[in-house]
């Protein structure tokens, strides 16, 4: 389903979730903050190896990168995870170097 879509058909769940992106919870999902909890335990193995490939949705990704990056919490739903794009990091002395590597993917477009 679209935004749009979600707004037309469940206007209630589509205010709340506008109202607080970071703790809203759809019904049987979990809210950015549920994962970032889940996530927590694996993040300093994440840290220490190195050469890793992770392979997620955009959500997961956002909080990823948030809590490796050192970002605030109230901006990681905001976060832009680019599609089709391999991002790469890596942990020097000065900090974390993020390099984005844009991969070329043909989108695809669905017609009625």
């Known amino acids: 389903m679209t935004y749009e879509e979600i707004a037309e058909k469940f206007p209630v769940e589509f205010a709340l979730r506008d109202a607080d992106k970071l703790s809203y919870r759809y ?24 050469n890793l490939l992770i392979i997620s949705h955009q959500a997961t990704l956002r909080c990823l990168l948030t809590m490796i990056l050192g970002y605030p919490s109230q901006d990681l739903p905001y976060l832009k995870v680019p599609l089709h794009t391999v991002i790469q990091l890596s942990f020097t002395d000065e900090g974390v170097l993020v390099d984005y590597h844009r991969l070329p993917v043909d989108c695809v477009t669905l017609t009625g």
């Open 27 to 50: 019904p049987h999902g979990e809210s950015y903050l549920d994962v970032v909890q889940r996530i927590q335990p694996i993040l300093q193995t994440i840290k220490e190896e190195d």
